[in-house]
């Protein structure tokens, strides 16, 4: 079973508009991140949040962490063609599992 | 290039089949992951090896076994293929020294069974 699951399943948006997906999980983490994965490629590494953590950025994107609702978000602003891939939210319990929810597929239109 | 290989990066073979995927990982990373993935699962994790031992086991049906050697790489050794077996399978590695680490992904293995 997945710890994580991903909102929207898919979206798509024009280049240069915001992206946003959330990520709500079950049980208590020790980090929560996010990865990266072009069309049957290997999954890139983009983002890590502690769980004493509510915001962190790296260059255009934007990831929120909300422990008592138990929920994360993705943001990508001023998104690119290049930005057109699957977003998973993968959480660490204590028990040093790292879960993958379903996944977000973006779709930015030139 | 994420420095994890793994081989091969295609695989067909038939139901009743065994094989075996190799993984190695990022020169001085300690950590190996296997995940599977598939369109109906999604990515499931099914096992971690911290420097030749295992640490944490996820989904890993009991046909599929995994080992970490001494020179750290691993392999996932997958037998009696069921046509549900057909999926991505990754390799991952991390330093494993610490739980706020990212992961690098190799890859991956294509199997399909037909």
């Known amino acids: 079973s997945q710890q994580g699951e991903e909102d929207p399943q898919a979206l798509s948006i024009q280049e240069g508009e915001n992206a946003t997906m959330n990520c709500s999980y079950k049980?208590?983490?020790?980090?929560l991140q996010w990865y990266r994965q072009n069309s049957g490629r290997g999954l890139v590494h983009l983002i890590l949040?502690?769980?004493?953590?509510r915001e962190k950025h790296s260059g255009r994107l934007r990831v929120t962490l909300d422990t008592s609702k138990k929920s994360s978000s993705l943001l990508i602003t001023a998104s690119r063609a290049a930005d057109t891939a699957s977003y998973f939210c993968?959480?660490?319990?204590?028990?040093?599992?790292?879960?993958f929810g379903a996944g977000t597929t973006v779709t930015v239109r030139a | 290039d994420s420095g994890v290989t793994q081989t091969p990066k295609h695989l067909i073979t038939a139901t009743g089949q065994r094989v075996t995927l190799r993984c190695s990982p990022r020169?001085?990373?300690?950590?190996v992951y296997w995940y599977q993935q598939s369109l109906d699962q999604g990515l499931q994790f099914l096992i971690q090896?911290?420097?030749?031992?295992?640490?944490a086991k996820g989904n890993i049906l009991e046909r599929f076994s995994a080992q970490q050697f001494p020179d750290l790489h691993s392999e996932l050794n997958l037998s009696s293929l069921e046509l549900g077996d057909s999926a991505l399978y990754f390799c991952?590695?991390?330093?494993?020294?610490?739980?706020?680490?990212?992961?690098?992904f190799g890859s991956g293995t294509q199997l399909s069974v037909l």
């Open positions: 949040i502690r769980s004493n953590e």
């Open positions: 993968a959480t660490r319990s204590n028990d040093y599992k790292l879960s």
């Open positions: 090896y911290y420097n030749g031992e295992e640490r």
């Open positions: 991952a590695s991390s330093a494993g020294r610490v739980t706020n680490e990212k992961l690098f």
């Open positions: 020169s001085g990373d300690l950590s």
């Open positions: 049980t208590s983490i020790n980090n």
